[in-house]
């Protein structure tokens, strides 16, 4: 609750400190709030917080590691963008303010206990970054992106808050335990109830972006920077997902039947068409985008589950690799690295982003000594007693990613270009070696 | 000295003469190299001579186990018995004998140290295949001899013109073995199935036993046995199915055809099959078939020899067909008789061959013998040997050749009448074709090129000499078993010797001749082989008419010429079909169906790539469109799992 | 006291059907205008359904924590309404349009 | 726990060396780890297996890191050392041995490999298996011919596919044994019907098939070898291929007894028409590397069709077969690289005549055809007889198409051996081997005779870890007469 509070404040004070135009104060600022939220959230079961504690967010064990991880994945995105951002002066601090804002949306859906705190935090979270994929003014496709993205986000809040209100005609309380409770009292749940849980489903697998509802997040991500795609493409996913498993892993797990078919067709779909459709990508944000709808719809098999050791597991690994790819394309602006052909021969010439990229490629693709494949092989192995057909699916199309991802690194590795060697900043450089740490060595946390 | 500290001498004196030559023969002279191969070679005579003169009861030395599993117990042990001594003799008897010959022929050859190396191999190799205890060492011994022809026949793998020719054929021959061997393998397993072991004598011990005990014999697997065997034989010893690849093993140094094509590789196959008699006696339908293909094969290769235009092809298929004669004899179970034969042919084959080799020798490598003729007076001691040579081989009476094809028709008579008759033909042609040889080459006119009569010249005394010895032993060949009319005690030494101490040879009851029927067998022999003498000098010496040119040849002539096609015909039925399926098979299943089958799925991913690629149409309304069906399948979803 | 549509009495019915008929509208309108201003008011219409629907539960079961999200429902929409202004006022600053049709360039 | 770590320390290391001395250091580091495993060798007892690291703490997910060695792997140990030593022996002169890149991958993939035969724990294995994938595939990338990104793409995808099969039997062993410990997994008395146990020995065959590479599985093999370096080759042959072999006989069918005898005659069947099948397509391949790839197709059928039957004798002739596999491949690889750097020509219609201008080159080819043809005194001949000896006594149509392997094969090596070896020479030069490379071909003769004449050594080596195989499996049926 604490750290909420700070990153708050720093946002604030890092917005009035903006008009002074010295983006490095700005940075440090934002970097030391985080920091304080981070070792704030690491200890706040062992002291007694002076605001008081307000039931509507409470903090489960799993909720803290989650938070932690978006703590220190924002610590990380702030830390890679500010190159991009310090480029025009009067608004570096807008961005931290806007990213900090939507942090706290973020954290408040980790720790939500009713449907009020839910939505509020969903558009807390929301609504900054609408303005972050806008942000660039004079570029038409970042405010063609902002537009998709707002229009097809509100739409989808107006659905959730039909569903909820629909939830709460049926049961009467917007209080989780409360729903949890009455589902469990009631032999045969009110059509009503089941309407509402489904609409807020849709709307969750919009914010999560499963196949159906995917369309908005191939564009919205080409569209906007690479900062903020980093952001969205993890911290909001990493968000969505845990709220999405809480409130039906657990909440609504009694009312499973009805949803669990949905779901799985909404897997296996998710599964293939976003490896199929990014093999034959030509652009980079946009194969991550499509890489991205595939690995949700395998962290979605914690769903069934509810098990959020094995998603947090699986999450560390794809979001490292994330933001190891996506500071990599910042580090090689000057070669447009928008586009895949300019990445041609790169990791030969520069040996460093080579193995960065190679590691953060195979650890998407699930090899074993990476985090990636121990985040897999827990979901896969917690789902295959009763969804055997799922986990089988899921590996055919680990496989293709594998193809697509392959094919990737060796572009990346041709001998023969006429790529230059690209000197790294020094942020760049130390966020990029503590993701490919994770990456490599992030599965051992399973030992402790 | 112990018997079996001899046997074990033997073995690795050849071996360790391979090994010094082929590490230091390089840099040693050649007179040295030559010394070493065949002081070895002539060493492990002289053992084998000290055990044959004290020849103890037949003796078992185990030398080290290969395998002992509790299923399977394969031992690399040696055995002293007659049948294997005799073999060890003539084997490196006549094998120092080539060895002396082939220094003075191979004296200018650059690879002089590598083929010593391959010969003292070679002879390592048939040491081992015919002093084995058990059929695993055979088996080694005979895969081992058939990588050392390979060598020896390709042995001039590098001169220009037939350097491709001469690999082709001993690939021939090596495949050829192959095949054979495979048949060895298969009664090796069968053999292991029934029994157990590979030990000759404990086979033999097993069936007397079930003879004895009444349990009814494994037939089958008796008769599956011996018929892989004979497979095997056939592989080694020419017979019909496998033995084209002995005429073209003729492009390897003739020093290599004696001593592999007459002495030892060929007699493989019938030691083989004498060493199992005891399978081969339950199996009479194998003998049958043993009988009619060596029957077949000596007369189809007498027939082939009787137009051959190179002195060497001519002499192959003679062995051919004498191993034919062999196989008759085996056929209807006269083990020693077969063996006599087999050790009177090796004297006067090698002989022959050798004698060819120093008639090429002076003819300066030239081998076809219509461009040879009167070489009686200029190579005189070569022209003195061969003859012998040629007498022996056509039965001229009281020389070696005589006494065991005699002893063979003998049993012929006995078996059946009608064999007898075939054989008769076979022996007369066998006479023909060798007195053609021996007056074209040595009588009448010089027709060959002008140079080359100014160079012909008597070969060396290293060459002369074993020549010589061959023929002494061709012609005093024949005491070792003189029939009984001759001499009464010492009748069938060496029938005797054998029957004395092999496995299983002392069960077969011999039977022979009344004595009137054997003088007329004997002067209705040799009454053929002198008019056939006569009538080859009048044809050849007297009118002086030589073998025509290929193109007047008349129809019968053109197909022995051509050895009846059969090379062709086997090219025809295994060699194209082969190459025909191997390149089939690559093109059509291997590339096709499953190299582009997966590539095509894999494209087929791609194109769906394309497709959901498309999907992504760019209008927000689109996008909104979409997201409603998903809410409308949803609630659709969930109405019809609430109706069932 | 597990209300479903159909038996808490007919007053509750018409408030709920004008609700979802609101959202319907609302969603179809959306779906199918070209001009973006309107689709913003559509978008506050379904949002508004959304609040009368809260309202009439929250009249049936007597408590008022349902209205309070009503407040703040509107709050929210408000917030929203002002984003999406802002970023159609630079659509249209780029593009000299707010037709949704011709925002279709990022696609593949 | 050197021997596992060595070769990594090496691999980083190698980084550090400068350019000239990198050869010298790849081969003191390959002898030194050599010398290592033959330290573990010597104060070795056959019967009881060591644990060289074995913590006793309890991971989650039955997680258990355990690495140890009986006699069965400590032999597969030593090849791999023996067969990477010998391998950057042969690679001593090449331009490639002076590149730092190239020696620490060679030392990456030798430490996946130890891995792999280390591992006594299902998921361990499955992760070494996977780290191997990844340095072959640089070194085919990065020094292999330059436009092979289809091949090498094949190549990974199909090798993954495979794995993916393995992982997923392993998760249904592991979580129903709730252990992944190779002992825990051998002996749980867990009963599995026999659909779903017919369903994991498939997954875990799919690995294994695509990895030997069995009969329908082997599009990527003759491509990848030939587009690939030497030392890849090598890698490849050699030493990948017995990892897939390892695995059929310690894990695959331990494991999953009950469920190989449905699909123990597919295999059988598969092996069989893989001896027929390559070596029919030998027999009339241009390129001297595809040929001697199709003839590693036709080898290896024959030894996985063997351990199929999982008998004693058929086991332990597999391993001699294996051993003697792993140097017939060096060797004539070895040789084909060695014609092509000197002569830049592969296809055996152009070459001719080379035994003339390099005499000791053709010795020593001859020999290594030789030892490929399984002559006598060479491991083949004894791994093959006991092999087809056990094919024949399983059935006997079996036997006979096994044993065309003799006869085919003595054609296209020949065939190959005497097109590109005698004759007329066609080209005007071929200078004679170096010291490196005789040492290489005496080694691998060598080593093919000692073996050929004492196979007893290794057989004793290896009889007790399979017995101990026999007695941990499930049921404890006591199926090896």
Partial sequence: MDALIVIFITGLIGLFVGMMKKPVLSLSISVLGLISAFILMLYYKSYESPFGNYNGLNFTPSGNIFALLVIGLTLLIVLSGFNYFKKDIEHTADYYGLILFSLCGALILIGFTNFFMFFLGLEIMSIPVYVLVGIRKQNTLSSEASIKYFFTGSFATGILLFGIALVYGASGTFDLNEISNSVSIWKEAPAMFHVGVLFILAAFLFKVGAVPFHFWSPDVYQGSTDAVMSYMATVVKIAALYSFVTLFGSVLGASGNIYTGILEIVIIASFFLGYVSALKQSNFKRLLAYSGISNTGFALLSVFTGDFGSLWIFLLGYTASTIALMTVSQAIEKIDSEDIKNWKGIGYKNPFIGVVVLISFLSLAGIPPLTGFFGKFLLLSGNYQNHLTLVILALISSVIGAFLYLRFVINVFAKESHAEKICIGPLHITVLIISTFVSIFGWTIILF | ?644 | MSPSVNNIGSSLDFFVIVAIALFVIGSYGVLTRKNMIVLLMCIELMLNSVNLLLVTFSKYYGTSDAQIFVFFIIVVAAAEATVGLSILIMAYRSNKSIDIELFNKLKD | MILLVLPFVFALAAFLIPEKLVKYFGLVAALSSLAVALGHLAYFNPEHLVYIFNPNKAFPMGLSFKMGYDGLSLTMVLLVNSIVSIILLANYRKELAENKLFTSLVFFMQAGLLGVFLAQDGMLFYTFWEITLIPIFLILYWFGKQDNNSVLLKFFIYTLLGSLGMLLSFIFLGTSVQSFAYNDLISSGLFIPAKIACWISCGFLLAFAIKIPLFPFHTWQPSTYTTAPMAGTMLLSALMLKMALFGMIKWMIPLTFTGIQDIKWLIITLGSIGIVYGAVIAIKQKDIKTLFAYASISHVGLIAAGIILFTQLSLESAIIQIINHSIVAVGLFFAADIIESRTGKRNIYELGGIAKLAPRFGFWFAAMTFVSVSVPFTAGFIGEFLLIKELFVAHWFVGIIASTTLVLGAVYMLRAYQLSMFGAPKMTQFEDLKWNEILVFALLTVSAIVIGISPQCIMNFVKPSIEHINELMVGGLNFIK
Avoid at chain 2, 57 to 85: C, M, P, R, T, W
Avoid at chain 2, 115 to 136: E, P, R, T
Avoid at chain 2, 493 to 499: A, P, R, V
């Fill in chain 2, 1 to 644: 000295m112990a018997a079996d500290i001899l046997l074990l001498t033997i073995i690795t004196l050849p071996l360790v003469g391979s090994a010094i030559i082929g590490l230091f023969g390089k840099n040693l002279p050649k007179i040295i190299v030559g010394t070493i191969a065949t002081s070895m070679v002539a060493g492990s005579f002289l053992c084998a001579l000290l055990i044959f003169m004290n020849l103890p009861q037949s003796q078992i030395v185990h030398l080290f186990s290969v395998i002992n599993l509790e299923g399977l117990k394969l031992s690399a042990n040696f055995q002293i018995d007659a049948l294997s001594i005799w073999m060890t003799l003539i084997i490196t008897g006549i094998g120092s004998l080539i060895h002396l010959f082939s220094i003075g022929y191979m004296s200018h050859d650059e690879g002089f140290y590598k083929f010593f190396a391959y010969l003292n191999l070679f002879i390592f190799s048939m040491l081992l295949l015919v002093l084995g205890s058990n059929y695993f060492v055979l088996f080694f011994g005979w895969e081992g001899v058939g990588m050392c022809s390979y060598l020896l026949i390709g042995f001039h793998f590098s001169d220009l013109e037939k350097g491709t020719a001469n690999s082709v054929a001993a690939r021939k021959a090596f495949i050829m073995n192959r095949i054979g061997d495979v048949g060895l393998l298969f009664a090796l397993f069968m053999l292991l199935g029934t029994f157990g072991t590979l030990e000759y004598s404990e086979i033999a011990n097993k069936l007397t036993e079930i003879k004895s005990s009444g349990v009814s014999l494994p037939l089958v697997a008796i008769v599956g046995i011996t018929l892989c065997l004979f497979l095997a034989a056939t592989g080694k010893s020419a017979q019909i199915p496998l033995f084209t690849w002995l005429p073209d093993a003729m492009a390897g140094p003739t020093p290599v055809s004696a001593l592999i094509h007459a002495a030892t590789m060929v007699t493989a196959g019938i030691y083989l099959v004498v060493r199992s008699n005891f399978l081969f006696e339950l199996a009479p339908f194998t003998k049958d078939v043993i009988l009619y293909i060596g029957l077949a094969t000596s007369l189809v290769a007498a027939f082939m020899a009787m137009r051959q235009n190179d002195i060497k092809k001519v002499l192959a298929y003679s062995t051919v067909s004498q191993l034919g004669l062999m196989f008759v004899a085996l056929g209807m179970g006269a083990y020693t008789v077969a063996l006599f034969h087999v050790t009177t042919h090796a004297f006067f084959k090698a002989l022959l061959f050798l004698g060819s080799g120093s008639v090429i020798h002076a003819m300066s490598d030239e081998q076809d013998i219509r461009k040879m003729g009167g070489l009686a007076k200029k190579i005189p001691t070569t022209h003195l040997t061969f003859l012998i040579g040629t007498l022996a081989i056509a039965g001229f009476p009281f020389l070696s050749g005589f006494y065991s094809k005699d002893e063979i028709l003998a049993h012929a008579l006995i078996h059946n009448p009608v064999i007898y008759g075939v054989l008769m033909v076979a022996v007369t042609l066998t006479a023909i074709y060798m007195f053609r040889l021996y007056f074209l080459v040595f009588h009448g006119k010089f027709r060959g090129g002008q140079e080359t009569e100014s160079h012909i010249h008597e070969s060396g005394i290293s060459m002369t000499l074993p020549l010589i010895v061959l023929a002494i032993l061709s012609v005093f060949g024949g005491i070792l078993n003189l029939p009984g009319i001759f001499l009464h005690k010492g009748a069938h030494w060496f029938n005797n010797y054998l029957n004395g101490n092999t496995v299983g040879l002392d069960k077969v009851k011999a039977h022979h001749l009344e004595p009137n029927q054997a003088i007329m067998l004997m002067v209705v022999a040799s009454i053929i082989a002198l008019s056939v003498m006569t009538w080859a000098y009048v044809n050849y010496a007297k009118r002086g008419n030589i073998a025509k040119a290929d193109e007047d040849l008349n129809v019968w002539e053109r197909l022995s010429n051509s050895k009846l096609y059969i090379d062709e015909i086997y090219n025809f039925l295994f060699v194209k079909p082969l190459e025909w399926i191997s390149n089939f098979v690559y093109h059509y299943f291997d590339v096709m169906i499953l190299k582009n089958g997966i590539l095509s799925f894999a494209s087929l991913i791609e194109k769906t790539g394309n497709l959901s690629r498309k999907w992504q149409s760019g209008f927000l309304s689109s996008y909104l469109f979409w997201m409603v069906l998903g809410i409308v399948g949803l609630i659709s979803f969930y109405i019809l799992k609430i109706q069932f």
